[in-house]
């Protein structure tokens, strides 16, 4: 069975920095895509950013490349999002997700391609 449980998020100030950590229980979390998606109130969940299980590739939102970093480190079953010159419209819950997979290079990117998912974390930027 595979769980999954967030942490670090919070409130910041525009232009500030959060990171983001997900704990992923179980021996399979080398087989994992690992996902990150974002929901904010009145609007669909979106993606952000996704890594693939061996960490050779990763994917990101437009909105977010170039000021969020996604990483994974096997040995401790997390996966972490930097996120860096945050913006008020980056307010959101924001969500770790698990795909159980064979394709070592996978980076999927919709909502429907993930198996499990995490509680979810607010994170909130003011302006």
């Known amino acids: 069975q595979v769980q999954l449980v967030e942490s670090g998020g919070g409130l910041v100030q525009a232009g500030g920095s959060l990171r983001l950590s997900c704990a992923v229980s179980?021996?399979?979390?080398?087989?994992?895509?690992m996902g990150w998606f974002r929901q904010a109130p009145g609007k669909e969940r979106e993606f952000v950013a996704a890594?693939?299980?061996?960490?050779?590739?990763?994917n990101y939102a437009d909105s977010v490349k170039g000021r969020f970093t996604i990483s994974r480190d096997n040995a401790k079953n997390t996966v972490n999002l930097q996120m860096n010159s945050l913006k008020s419209e980056d307010t959101a819950v924001y969500y770790c997700a698990a795909r159980i997979t064979d394709y070592g290079y996978y980076t999927p990117v919709a909502t429907t391609q993930y198996n499990h998912w995490g509680q979810g974390t607010q994170v909130t930027v003011s302006s």
């Open positions: 890594i693939s299980a061996n960490g050779d590739r990763t």
């Open positions: 179980g021996r399979t979390f080398s087989s994992c895509a």
